[in-house]
């Protein structure tokens, strides 16, 4: 079986902070990550993924995210934040093998950037 | 806009009752998932339908049901709603080649179940 843990509820960081997101995940094989963004009343909204390669994922407005297999964690950072950025974050993971593409999701870490 | 299109966008219902929700994917793309987002169990995945037929199932309960037809749209089926039912429920879809395996959601249909 696979699983996410966001192990922060909510994470606050002033305007022009970096900000880290944090997730580890468990699966059986290589994984396959990915970042998603909830807006309030709105869908998920896809950010990046990591499938191979370069541990250093970048993704959508200046989202960054660092694969480290040793501590299987996937952590999404941005350099500066925005009070724009506020939402609700979701990391999942699928094993790389899987004949589904269904993802399994952490239970989401709400940002909050303060002016 | 992820091209994946959702209805109704909300519905208000009571107990007992039984819902469909609709779910279009995007052009191309052959799966439909369905997710239940709730405060207490967060995002949930319900079922995997790919081009007509069930592919993966998650924690669906019985009393849900979900069909992809022939023009790929999807239907997801709840009866004897319970209070508990009450969630966001999404739809997303995957499949086209050259796309390693993102998902991408339509903008949820709202239950609530008085």
């Known amino acids: ?115 | 806009d992820s091209g994946v299109t959702q209805t109704p966008k909300h519905l208000i219902t009571a107990t007992g009752q039984r819902v469909t929700l609709r779910c279009s994917p995007r052009s191309g793309d052959l799966s439909v998932y369905w997710y239940q987002q709730s405060l207490d169990q967060g995002l949930q995945f319900l079922i995997q339908y790919y081009n007509g037929e069930e592919r993966a199932k998650g924690n669906i309960l019985e009393r849900f049901s979900a069909q992809q037809f022939p023009d790929l749209h999807s239907e997801l089926n709840l009866s004897s709603l319970e209070l508990g039912d009450s969630a966001l429920y999404f739809c997303a879809s995957s499949g086209r080649r050259g796309q390693a395996g993102e998902l991408f959601f339509g903008e949820g249909s709202r239950l609530t179940v008085l």
């Open chain 1, 1 to 115: 079986a696979q699983s996410v843990a966001q192990p922060e509820d909510q994470v606050n960081v002033a305007e022009g902070n970096p900000l880290t997101v944090k997730c580890t995940y468990s699966v059986s094989g290589n994984p396959y990550l990915f970042w998603y963004v909830q807006y309030p009343n709105r869908g998920l909204q896809f950010l990046l993924k990591y499938i191979t390669g370069d541990n250093l994922v970048k993704g959508s407005y200046g989202f960054e995210a660092e694969f480290n297999k040793s501590q299987t964690s996937f952590h999404l950072k941005k350099p500066s934040a925005l009070v724009s950025d506020s939402a609700l974050y979701f990391c999942a993971v699928r094993a790389s093998g899987a004949g589904s593409y269904q993802l399994t999701f952490g239970k989401g870490t709400k940002l909050s950037v303060i002016p």
